[in-house]
């Protein structure tokens, strides 16, 4: 049978696994959260200066929900992120080299300029891999999937879990339903975090579903529930790794709430209308993710401004750096965009319907000089 639980300031048995950490990890989550911030800023004047390719998608005042799930796993553990969760990805090592070359779709990015934004992943073995998946967009959908990846983890004896982020929009597809039903039913070891920032492009959440929370539908799906204040990156840990602590320990599918808000657009060209005036800005001034925790590091850690303004410098010169890179690297080659889709050389004779057009068009697919079957020869292969 499923719960649910509102978060309180204690986990059960009274602690906190937030607030227990020493302070070098406070910091650190410190670090990834202005991290985020400072490059997506970063990514913001690329845009503007039109060096950016597509759209650019902010994480504006959600930075803890990332950063503090994701400092949750270990490094075997998979995650899979969406459009704003560059944050985990950070975390689970991504780099801002990698990160502002795939934004600027440059030659050497790690998907050479054929995919977009935050769209990479690297994902395999233990060990070998950083252990975060290349999200599609078809919302909903990486449910499925890491039900599948966790459901390999579990046949294998494996000793990782699996955790997914979906948008509050995404809980209305198919693919969300599908995906949760089938790993709590297989009680497979998948923490799902629904990320409720009140908007779907211009959907508010009142039309996105007519029950009275998201993590009621735990219930349903007869998993563990939990709902937190998103932008207490310490609370979000805490939530998140009793979650992992339980799909560790064979209990199941956890599904988790975490309560933000969207400050921004869609991506950069939204101009938010439909927001209620106001409303931004009172989420800006009274309810900021890293304001809040350097309220918590200045006030009970006791922590220096100092110190803070070091991490803060730090990360700017690790930013400039990264920039300078990425803007210096190479667009790719038209015909890069042929490697990796064709088998070079073929191993199969084409299909008898494909042959004619087949041949006559591997001139032109194929410049000279490109792969190892010379197009100006023809025949068969
Ligand atoms: C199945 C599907 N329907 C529609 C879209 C178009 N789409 C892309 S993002 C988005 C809104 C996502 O909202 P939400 O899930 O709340 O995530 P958020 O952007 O708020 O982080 C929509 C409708 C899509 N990618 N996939
Ligand atoms: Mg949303």
Request: aromatic share 8%.
């Amino acid at each position: 049978m499923g719960s649910r639980r509102r978060r309180t300031s204690d986990g059960p048995g009274g602690q906190h696994l937030g607030e227990m950490l020493p302070l070098e990890r406070k910091l650190e989550l410190y670090y990834w959260m202005r991290f985020t911030r400072t490059l997506e800023e970063r990514l913001v004047a690329l845009y503007r200066q039109t060096k950016v390719v597509g759209g650019l998608f902010r994480s504006l005042g959600q930075e803890a929900d990332a950063v503090g799930s994701c400092y949750a796993l270990e490094s075997r553990d998979v995650m899979s992120p969406l459009i704003r969760n560059m944050g985990a990805m950070l975390v689970k090592g991504a780099t801002p080299v990698e990160i502002l070359k795939q934004y600027m779709a440059k030659g050497d990015s790690p998907t050479r300029g054929r995919e977009l934004n935050i769209h990479f992943g690297d994902v395999g073995e233990a060990g070998k891999t950083r252990g975060f998946l290349g999200q599609i967009s078809p919302l909903g959908d990486m449910v499925p999937v890491m039900a599948g990846v966790t459901m390999s983890f579990k046949m294998r004896r494996e000793d990782r879990v699996g955790l997914v982020y979906v948008g509050d929009g995404a809980t209305s597809t198919g693919a969300f339903h599908e995906g949760i039903n089938f790993a709590a039913v297989q009680k497979l070891p998948l923490v799902v975090i629904i990320e409720n920032n009140g908007y779907a492009y211009s959907t508010p959440t009142a039309k996105q579903t007519a029950a009275k929370q998201f993590v009621d539908k735990a219930i349903g799906y007869g998993v563990y529930g939990e709902q937190v204040d998103g932008n207490d990156v310490l609370a979000v840990y805490d939530c998140t790794k009793r979650a992992v602590d339980r799909a560790r320990a064979g209990e199941g599918v956890s599904l988790l709430e975490f309560m933000t808000f969207r400050r921004k657009g869609h991506a950069e060209h939204d101009n938010q209308s439909y927001v209620p005036p106001g409303e931004i800005e009172l989420w800006a001034a009274e309810n900021d993710p890293i304001d809040r925790y350097v309220r918590v590091l200045l006030d009970r850690e006791k922590v220096e401004q100092a110190t803070l303004d070091e991490i803060d410098a730090r990360i700017v010169r690790e930013v400039d750096a990264a920039t300078d890179e990425a803007e210096a690297a190479p667009l790719p080659q038209p015909l890069d965009a042929l490697i990796g889709v064709y088998a070079d050389p073929p191993v199969e004779k084409p299909l008898w319907y494909r042959e004619g057009a087949d041949v006559s068009s591997l001139g032109k697919e194929r410049a000279e000089g490109w792969g190892t079957w010379d197009a100006s020869k023809g025949g068969p292969r």
